[in-house]
Each structure stands twice: as C-alpha cells, then as structure tokens.
C-alpha cells in the first residue's frame, strides 16, 4: 500500500493511494477508519487490516480523484526522528572521512517534519545549507532488544523519501553535536507517500537522485548502503526503545554541496527536486531566513 496524509498543514486526513493504467492516480479516503497515521495507528495493528478495508472501497467504487490538494508528510510527528551518518561509503570519501565502523547516529528535532512539496526555509545565521536524500524507515511497532537482523524486518510499517536538509557550519564548525545543524524548522521534508515493505521488491536496489535548481547533485543506490535498514533497525533496538511511527533517515550517497569542490550551497530560491525509485519524488522551493524582529 501507498499511504498518504492531505490537506492543509495541521488538517491532513489519512488515505491510501491508488493508480490504475486506466484511471492512474486516485486515492481511497480512510478518514472515518483512522485518526491519523501515527504511533496509535501503528501501534494498533491496524495497518494489517487496511488492505482488505481499501480492497472492499475500490470495488465499491469509492475512490476520489486527487483535486490539487496539498501532500503532508506520510506520517504524523513522530516520537523521534533518528539519522544514521555516513552510511554510504562514496560519501563518507566526499567529505574526506573515514567509512564508520558501526553507524553512527544522531537526532533531528520531530518538529523539522514538513511535506515533500512544501517550502524550505534557511536558519537565521546560515551560511552553509545543504541537501540530502535519503531513504526513510518507519518504524511499526514497539521494538527494543531485538534478537537478529531478520527479527527486525518484521517492526517496520515502510519506507518513503526524505531529504535530510543540514546546515553545515551549525553541524560541523559550532562546537556541538550534529543535532545543531540538522533540527531548523522545516529541515526534513517526507513523502509523498508511505510505501509498504510488500510493495518493495529489493529495498537494497533503489535508484535515488536530486536536483538543485535543474543541475543533477547527487546520483545513488540503496545499494551502496554501509548499513542496510535491517542491520540499522537491529542497531538501534539495543540501545534505545523506537517507538511505533518513529523515523529513520538512512543517510545520503555522494552529492552534497558540502562534498563539491568548490563546495555549493543552497540560496533562497533554489528548487530541490529530489526522488527515490517506487517511492516518489519530491519538490521544494528554499526560503530566505525569517527576518529579525529589528529588520
């Protein structure tokens, strides 16, 4: 299944995408089933259930037609957005690093969350933004001291785009966790959809790509992951309880304006286009700081 949340931000109702060669893209509303996607949802079980629930609507003819509405990220705010760095060995020799014997991890602020077409703003202070797509994991139920790899499969709910946008003086030159440069308001754009493991014939053998602005940055493959989904999930699980629609933002593969020579950053106008194959694409306009309250 391809789960979606629409509408205005703070007012998006759960749905699951559809697409037919005859009718291509619609969508099945599950508003009056379900609250909203997020860690009750997941928590439930629910989503077992929902593909016979979609099922019975389509052959009852209850499917609507997308009317422009504004695409939220798949999930509601989750209890924490977890990210991996380094995970991708071209990268890691980009930025002139080592390849991380065990993944290394950090927090973006849950708050970042934003849909995948909505606009990106920089920080007050900037001087180094920067892209980065990723493949995201939602986590499905509550897990914590997983016994094997394999085990892990079974506590994710799906996987969808995110672009994982970073500041890097905040990141690397302020003396501080990365955490810094990472958590600004609306720094991880997700979606547009939620895709089922069932739906993912090899997670480890996907296309990912972004553009800046027409100008193609970054070009990868899940398949060149350090750490595959499974092995991270299991990670994690031993040191922390993730709780059922926590994110986990997988790290990027080469490309990003800090690893260019001359680095490039991102500039308020820019457009970010960015993609994971089967997973969708997404689009966003980068914003100027707010202003200070003196300008």
Not at 154 to 161: E, F, L, Q, R, T
Not at 199 to 204: A, Q, W
Request: hydrophobic share 40%; aromatic share 8%.
């Amino acid at each position: 299944m391809h789960l979606m949340r629409i509408g205005a931000v703070g007012s998006e109702k759960p749905v699951a995408r559809i697409t037919d060669e005859e009718n291509g893209e619609r969508y099945v509303d599950l508003s009056d089933v379900v609250v909203d996607f997020d860690e009750r949802f997941f928590g439930s079980g629910l989503l077992a259930e929902l593909p016979a629930i979609v099922a019975e609507r389509v052959a009852a003819g209850q499917v609507i037609a997308f009317a422009g509405e504004r695409i939220g990220a798949p999930i509601a705010r989750p209890h924490q957005i977890l990210c991996i760095g380094l995970n991708y060995r071209d990268h890691a020799a980009e930025t002139g690093q080592e390849v991380p014997a065990e993944p290394i991890l950090f927090t973006k602020s849950p708050n970042t969350l934003i849909g995948p077409n909505d606009e990106v703003r920089i920080p007050r202070g900037s001087t180094k933004p920067d892209w980065e797509v990723e493949l995201g994991i939602v986590i499905g139920k509550r897990t914590s001291y997983l016994d094997s790899v394999e085990e892990a499969k079974d506590a994710i709910a799906g996987y969808c785009v995110v672009n994982d946008v970073s500041e890097r003086a905040f990141q690397i030159e302020r003396n501080g966790q990365w955490s810094k440069g990472k958590s600004a308001e609306t720094f991880n754009p997700a979606g547009p959809w939620l895709v089922t493991p069932d739906e993912i014939p090899d997670v480890l053998d996907l296309g990912m790509w972004l553009d800046v602005s027409g100008v193609r940055r970054q070009t990868g493959s899940t398949s060149t992951m350090v750490f595959d989904p499974f092995f991270i999930v299991h990670y994690l699980s031993q040191f922390m309880v993730l709780e059922p629609g926590d994110l986990i933002n997988t790290g990027t593969p080469p490309g990003v304006g800090m690893g260019l020579k001359p680095p490039v950053w991102l500039q308020a106008g820019d457009v970010m286009e960015l993609g994971i194959d089967g997973l969708g694409s997404q689009r966003q306009t980068v914003l100027a700081p707010r202003p200070t309250p003196s300008d």
